[in-house]
């Protein structure tokens, strides 16, 4: 009879494994030579513990500080790619002039691209996957009755919309529902809210192309609940493993290993969602164009948050806008949008895989400050909300869903624009082909936090 102290004396060190390698050999007639003991021991041995790089991989900086805001913010962002290279699937990285960090310390920044080898971190999407930016051209329509249009056919703010004007694809949902990560609440969360655009940054926004001089129109959001949904149940997935096979990787940058079930199942999990994300686009824009009576609109979109595949390499992109056309190969051409802020022009940009980029783009202008910080410091000045938003948006038609200004979204929350694009053309991370200037845009506004509506509930 096999016991663990024959185990111990193969050089076995006793682990939970034990009892299982117990069981088999109780089923044996005869004692098993030590060769078998050891085939059956290995086969049951947990996978070698997998540990961070002590010294952190190698990641291109692509940003410059001029203030001390700007400073403070790059030092905080170099912090955190310093920690967070050192996490064991990752083996290149590149940083936006646009970055900003977020969350605890080792945590990808906003504006930050990391590789990483035969491995998705949810982290590194966020619960905002497929973040992402669509235009269509509305030829000669007057600005003013886009907008007043757009006010119908998007909805901004919590939840979904109450007047179901669009429908969820019933091969969609379908899909939806033979993956794994797809929950019920999920699957409803893509039909209630389909058309809408959710807080924060995201906008919609009209313009004119400064090369053709047709009004545009723009939107931005991402996959709001179904995709926070999915990235909930990613990264418990993700924790599960990390616990196994990388107890001392932080929690937050835990990963699936893409040669798994569960691994090949999130990765069409994420193309699901962007999917659906880019039709969330899609269908405000086709009912703008249809109150307008613009037929066929030309429209070409491009996500900046997302994870980009190259064999069995993951291109994380926490905000950061992918330029290689097969990452977009539904996009148009190499043509990528590219936001600042309300007061500023959408720019078209094209270019291509450098030696510093890992072949992308800032998404936008980010932020030095936190939005909590930029509002204490207006409030600081004894400016009404009122003065300061009628001066940041003086000749623009800016209009905010709730009805209140969010002063957190103001051109003054945001770095310098010019800067931005000074250092785009500095570090070769594309090349402005052309500029959708502004005429106005609506946001959410400001509204209380649904917690605290659920509180009252």
């Known amino acids: 009879m096999i016991t663990g102290n024959d185990l111990i004396a193969l050089g076995y060190a006793p682990d939970k494994w034990f009892a299982e ?30 540990l961070p790089h002590e010294v952190p991989k190698d990641y291109v900086l692509n940003m410059e500080a001029n203030t001390p805001d700007e400073v403070s913010n790059m030092n905080k962002v170099i912090e955190t790619m310093d920690e967070l290279m050192k996490v064991p699937t990752i083996i290149s990285g590149a940083v936006m002039p646009d970055a900003c960090p977020t969350g605890k ?50 909805h901004f703010g919590y939840g979904g919309r109450f007047d179901p004007i669009y429908r969820l694809p019933g091969f969609l949902q379908q899909r939806m529902m033979d993956n794994p990560y797809f929950s019920d609440k999920a699957i409803t969360m893509a039909q209630t809210q389909l058309g809408t655009q959710g807080d924060g940054n995201h906008f919609l926004f009209v313009g004119e192309s400064e090369n053709t001089k047709d009004t545009f129109l723009v939107t931005h959001h991402g996959s709001r609940g179904v995709g ?17 096979i990388s107890p001392k ?14 691994g090949e199942d999130y990765w069409r999990a994420l193309k699901l969602i962007r999917e659906w994300t880019k039709l969330n686009h899609q269908v405000i824009h086709s009912k703008i164009s249809e109150i307008l009576e613009v037929k ?8 900046h948050n997302f994870v980009f595949r190259r064999g069995n390499d993951f291109y994380h992109a926490k905000g950061a806008t992918p330029l290689l056309q097969e990452f977009v190969p539904d996009g148009l051409g190499t043509a990528r949008l590219i936001p600042l802020n309300m007061a500023e022009p959408v720019l078209v940009v094209h270019g291509g895989l450098t030696d510093r980029n890992l072949g ?14 930029h509002k204490r410091r207006i409030e600081a000045t004894g400016s009404s909300i009122e003065w300061q938003v009628s001066k940041e948006t003086e000749g623009l038609d800016v209009r905010f869903y709730t009805g209140k200004p969010d002063v957190s979204e103001l051109p003054s929350a945001y770095k310098s624009a010019k800067e931005v694009q000074e250092q785009m053309e500095k570090f ?21 936090p649904f917690w605290h509506k659920n509180k009252k509930a």
Not at 24 to 45: A, E, N, Q, W
Not at 296 to 303: H, L
Not at 428 to 448: C, F, H, N, W
């Open 21 to 50: 390698a117990l069981e088999i050999f109780s089923l044996s007639t005869s004692r098993p030579d030590d060769s078998y003991i050891k085939s059956i021991c290995d086969g049951l041995l947990p996978p070698p513990e997998i």
């Open 105 to 154: 310390v080792g945590q990808i920044p906003v504006g930050g691209v990391v590789v990483a080898h035969n491995a998705i971190h949810p982290s590194m999407h966020s619960a905002d996957i497929c973040c992402s930016v669509m235009a269509s051209s509305l030829g000669k329509a007057d600005k003013k009755h886009v907008m007043d249009v757009a006010m119908y056919a998007t």
């Open 228 to 244: 926070a949904q999915v990235f909930k149940k990613g990264m418990e997935v993700a924790e599960r493993f990390r616990r196994k």
């Open 249 to 262: 990787t932080d929690k937050a940058n835990a990963w699936i290993p893409y040669d798994t079930q569960e």
């Open 296 to 303: 066929d609109p030309f429209s070409f979109w491009n996500e």
């Open 360 to 373: 992308f783009a800032p998404h936008g202008a980010g932020r030095n400050i936190s939005r909590s910080e």
């Open 428 to 448: 070769d991370l594309g090349k402005v082909t052309d500029r959708i200037m502004p005429y106005g845009s609506i946001m959410a506004g400001e509204q209380e």
